[in-house]
């Protein structure tokens, strides 16, 4: 099983994209990038878009990397190099889920895929974008995607696919 060396994995928020993102990291030791780390300041402060694609510009040069985040204003920048496009296409019910769950754990504090001073929080705004997500932007991934014939391109419509994807990928770089 083969996985290349410039992997994208996009979805929607809850799906689980950043704990698979850093499970194929271990496994592969390929360098992860957190679009979220870059993108959000201390305070929820957004890194202005020209500085945000210079810096995506720069980093997707690299000749291996796992980019994990959807981000579709700047998604071209990436596409353009990637060989490897993994796509969450969960139930919105199991995204908000997930995001409940994420709540949770992490309530007041930055996660590890987020920017420094970025703590979770409830966030109705957010909410309403997962619950909108598989009609407003998974299609349009799905079209941006599609237009580049010479990626691999695996979409996982649950959980359970992508964890078995995990152990078939880690049981290859232990052969």
Request: aromatic share 12%; charged share 25%.
């Amino acid at each position: 099983m083969t996985i290349g060396n410039r992997i994208m994995i996009i979805g929607s928020p809850g799906s689980g994209k950043s704990t698979f993102a850093r499970r194929l990291a271990e496994i592969t030791s390929i360098p992860l990038i957190h679009l979220d780390r870059t993108y959000w300041n201390a305070g929820w402060i957004e890194t202005p878009k020209e500085q945000f694609y210079a810096w995506q510009r720069k980093i997707v040069q690299g000749d291996t990397w796992i980019i994990d985040g959807n981000y579709g204003s700047s998604m071209d920048i990436r596409l353009s190099k990637a060989d490897t496009v993994i796509n969450f296409e969960l139930s919105r019910w199991t995204c908000i889920m997930g995001y409940f769950k994420r709540l949770i754990t992490n309530v007041g504090q930055s996660r590890p895929d987020m920017g420094e001073g970025c703590p979770e929080r409830l966030d109705f705004e957010f909410i309403k974008y997962i619950w909108k997500f598989p009609k407003n932007i998974a299609g349009k991934n799905r079209d941006r995607i599609g237009q580049c014939e010479r990626l691999n391109v695996i979409t996982f419509k649950s959980r359970k696919e992508a964890n078995s994807f995990l152990e078939k990928i880690s049981q290859s770089f232990r052969d």
